[in-house]
């Protein structure tokens, strides 16, 4: 069982810039492909962005690239979500979510992930 705490959430004005961490319990984190997910009211959840556990690869959803940048720390367990030049539509439940995969793959995270964490909320204002 891996647990996932998203922090970092919060109230920011449309342009600026907020970065979101995920803290996983795993004792193998490492082993985990770890992404990033938003739901927004009344839409579908909609995937963000994937990193490997090996580090290199990540994958960006069209919305986001170029804003938001992926990252992980294997030492400290946790993945980062660097968001900029946010706006009014990222306003959303952000989530975290990871899937066990070989190291350089991101496995079936982007439709199915093995976890899930809690979420947090990000308001963007105009």
């Known amino acids: 069982q891996v647990q996932l705490v998203e922090s970092g959430g919060g109230l920011v004005q449309a342009g600026g810039s907020l970065r979101l961490s995920c803290a996983a319990s795993?004792?193998?984190?490492?082993?985990?492909?770890m992404g990033w997910f938003r739901q927004a009211p009344g839409k579908e959840r909609e995937f963000l962005a994937a990193?490997?556990?090996?580090?290199?690869?990540?994958d960006y959803a069209d919305s986001v690239k170029g804003r938001f940048t992926i990252s992980r720390d294997n030492a400290k367990n946790t993945v980062y979500l660097q968001m900029s030049s946010l706006k009014p539509e990222d306003t959303a439940v952000y989530y975290c979510?990871?899937?066990?995969?070989?190291?350089?793959?991101?496995?079936?995270?982007?439709?199915?992930?093995?976890?899930w964490g809690q979420g947090t909320q990000v308001t963007v204002s105009s």
């Open positions: 979510a990871a899937e066990r995969s070989s190291p350089h793959s991101i496995g079936d995270l982007k439709d199915d992930p093995d976890y």
């Open positions: 795993a004792r193998t984190f490492s082993a985990y492909a």
């Open positions: 990193i490997t556990w090996s580090g290199p690869f990540s």
